[in-house]
């Protein structure tokens, strides 16, 4: 039984249809999938030297994401988000609902944005503004460090002479 | 001997009327079912017969387009592409965008190949093919085996030796029936180059579904799927539905006629 083993010429459907034309493969030793193709061929006909379409990628961004900088830029990240739980709002999902019912009431967008962080400050539903609690705001390790040291509590002093002289 | 056969095709026939009729949108063909009297089914040629409860006429013959819905391929996280530097450029289709460099799939073309690849499967399950699934990421080995298993076909999912397909009689010892369709889970290796599969089953003539991610080449493949292949959700929920779908294919195989 002859075969055609040339992937990059055609696809599989052309070079049987073509062996089977020609009398090289008899119709009892047609493949199984020859008529499942032929009833439901696939939308892209598969080539080997098929050129990739010139498509640009374009970017995915919303209206909110400007929000959501704003939001991240005064009050820092949790740290921790569960992608899986859809349960629980995060304080920048919580910040963004409130943005979207407040927005009728301000024109200007940095109005809009002073206020909605008042209200959720007061109501305590975002972190502490990252800005307004240590004096070099920033995310540098040196502003995380010294702020790590101020918050950490004083390590009690071992003295080991005492430790040795217990026994 | 036509009128035994003739009944025996009464019973057959009216399942696939009552069966298949409610799925698909053949009008035509559920009109003349539905205006003939079970009697006189009996007298219809066995030829006829045939040929109105032929699978192949019918746009989805054994419902694979309701084994899933484009929640489920998101809840799986399908629509996770790599990051935009590894991207194949015959990928470029099917990517919906990138956000902040990471590519997201377009589900809606995703979802619509998937169920041609199911579609597929299903006849050739249908037919009585051997399915072959493929996949070397070790990671997701005992999944992919487990739903060959259940589907009761043949998996693949080791280290791959470069003649099983091409010089099979040597390797093997003697005459070899190939698969009749090979599903690759991934199209990579583990050394992110294409699977030697790939080559080998277009070289043979077999069929391929394969699912191909942000960075692989989908072109020799003959019912690609665009989607993530890396998170092991995405690959439980790819292996379950082929898994369904050849069950389904198996289950309608028309009664043996003695």
Not at chain 1, 62 to 71: G, L, N, S
Not at chain 2, 52 to 60: M, Y
Not at chain 2, 113 to 139: E, K, W
Request: with cysteine; net charge negative.
């Amino acid at each position: 039984m002859a075969s055609s083993r040339l992937e990059r010429i055609g696809n599989i459907y052309s070079r049987v249809r073509g062996l089977l034309r020609s009398g090289a493969m008899k119709p009892e030793d047609k493949p199984i999938w020859y008529e499942v193709y032929e009833a439901f061929p696939p939308k892209v006909e598969p080539q080997y030297g098929r050129k990739a379409s010139e498509i640009t990628i374009h970017p995915i961004f919303y209206p909110e994401d400007i929000v959501r900088a704003k939001f991240y830029e005064r009050f820092g990240s949790p740290g921790l988000i569960s992608l899986a739980n859809n349960e629980y709002p995060t304080p920048c999902q919580k910040f963004l609902d409130r943005y979207k019912e407040m927005e009728k009431d301000f024109s200007d967008e940095n109005e809009l944005f002073e206020a909605v962080a008042k209200v959720m400050e007061e109501e305590k539903s975002v972190p502490e503004s990252v800005s307004s609690n240590q004096p070099d705001s920033g995310t540098s390790m040196a502003s995380m460090f010294s702020s790590a040291v101020s918050k950490s509590q004083p390590q009690p002093k071992i003295n080991v002479g005492d430790l040795l002289t217990e026994k | 001997m036509i009128r035994t056969i003739a009944n025996r095709f009464k019973w057959n026939a009216a399942r696939y009327f009552t069966q298949t009729c409610s799925i698909n949108s053949d009008a035509s063909l559920c009109q003349n079912a539905a205006s003939l009297k079970v009697d006189q089914l009996a007298d219809i040629k066995e030829s006829e017969l045939k040929e109105i409860s032929d699978p192949l006429k019918f746009p989805d013959y054994f419902g694979v387009r309701k084994l899933f819905r484009i929640k489920d391929l998101f809840d799986a996280r399908i629509h996770y592409g790599h990051k935009d530097g590894t991207l194949d450029p015959n990928m470029k289709p099917y990517i919906f965008g990138s956000r902040l460099g990471h590519l997201i799939f377009d589900l809606d073309k995703t979802a619509e190949m998937l169920q041609d690849a199911l579609n597929f499967t299903a006849h050739i399950a249908y037919r009585g093919g051997i399915i072959l699934f493929v996949s070397h990421c070790p990671q997701h080995t005992l999944t992919v085996e487990n739903a060959a298993k259940q589907a009761g076909e043949y998996a693949h999912a080791r280290e791959w030796d470069f003649h099983i397909f091409t010089n099979s009689e040597k390797v093997y010892n003697g005459v070899t029936r190939l698969p009749d369709l090979v599903i690759l889970l991934s199209t990579l290796n583990p050394q992110m180059q294409e699977h030697t599969a790939v080559k080998d089953a277009a070289k043979m003539c077999i069929p391929t579904i394969g699912i191909v991610d942000s960075n692989s080449n989908p072109n020799l493949i003959t019912y690609p799927i665009p989607g993530n292949d890396d998170s092991p959700a995405a690959v439980q929920l790819y292996c379950n539905l082929f898994r369904d779908a050849i069950l389904l294919g198996k289950s309608k195989k028309p009664m043996e006629v003695y």
